[in-house]
């Protein structure tokens, strides 16, 4: 049974290598699946030993380590069901605004995933023609210009009125996306569409109603089908990190 341990490791190791040779080794967060994998093969190495009488465990550890386990276990399951709970959210609602979330471009060029909650946010304004939209993101590291700038110009050069188009080109992280994109919005009581990638939905819109927003939407662009586990996972740890901060917390 303790074999079962080997197996998750060479899960982990066989997925990192997908994410490495799809996206490069540098894309973001796939380094957990390392750390993971040498965590399981190192609990198999332990057990195997143990079993074969190399060692002796105390009872203690044990329980301790199977305590822990089931605690993060659950705690994982149920922030994933949050997470998948809002991947299909979507919404016809003619919104006074839409927040639209910028993600890393490179240079001045929009990547692929930004493009996808472009598409996604382009689709929504063609509907609804009387939507502020409101694009958030600052200049990052390799980037020439602000994502929300370089969002900006794909919804201008396709035809979204520049005139409805407000840039929020300060902001870091997903808090800071909020905590600056609302200043636009005097009525907190406004429709607030949040477009972003649709593993992102459930803690974006978590921040924009700590940031006072009364009416929020969710609008979930698709991510890539290779990634997407890679970012589910990356995304319930941040969803630990902005309760641990205090983000969900109305200010």
Not at 208 to 232: E, H, Q, R
Request: aromatic residues 14%; positive net charge.
């Amino acid at each position: 049974m303790y074999y079962i341990w080997l197996v998750f490791a060479a899960v982990c190791f066989a997925y990192y290598a997908v994410c490495a040779s799809y996206a490069g080794v540098g894309s973001s967060f796939i380094f957990i699946w390392l750390i993971a994998g040498v965590f399981f093969t190192a609990v198999f190495g332990v057990r195997f030993a143990a079993v074969k009488g190399f060692i002796t465990l105390p009872l203690w550890a044990v329980r301790a380590f199977w305590c822990v386990m089931a605690l993060g276990t659950a705690l994982f399951v149920f922030l994933e069901i949050c997470v998948i709970s809002q991947m299909n959210a979507d919404t016809d609602e003619e919104c006074d605004y839409i927040i639209v979330l910028g993600c890393q471009i490179r240079g001045s060029r929009v990547t692929k995933s930004l493009r996808k909650r472009l598409d996604k946010a382009l689709e929504y304004c063609l509907k609804h023609p009387d939507t502020v939209v409101i694009v958030s993101g600052g200049k990052g590291n390799g980037e020439d210009i602000s994502e929300a700038e370089a969002m900006y110009n794909y919804l201008a050069d396709r035809g979204v009125d520049k005139e409805r188009i407000i840039m929020e080109a300060q902001s870091y992280d997903t808090e800071q996306n909020m905590r600056y994109s609302v200043r636009f919005i005097e009525d907190k009581s406004a429709k607030v569409g949040i477009v972003t990638s649709n593993f992102h939905v459930f803690r974006a819109k978590r921040l924009a109603a700590a940031k006072g927003l009364k009416n929020i939407y969710g609008i979930a662009a698709a991510s890539d089908p290779v990634l997407t586990v890679n970012y589910m996972v990356r995304e319930a740890i941040g969803i630990v990190k902005d309760f641990v901060m205090g983000n969900f917390m109305y200010r």
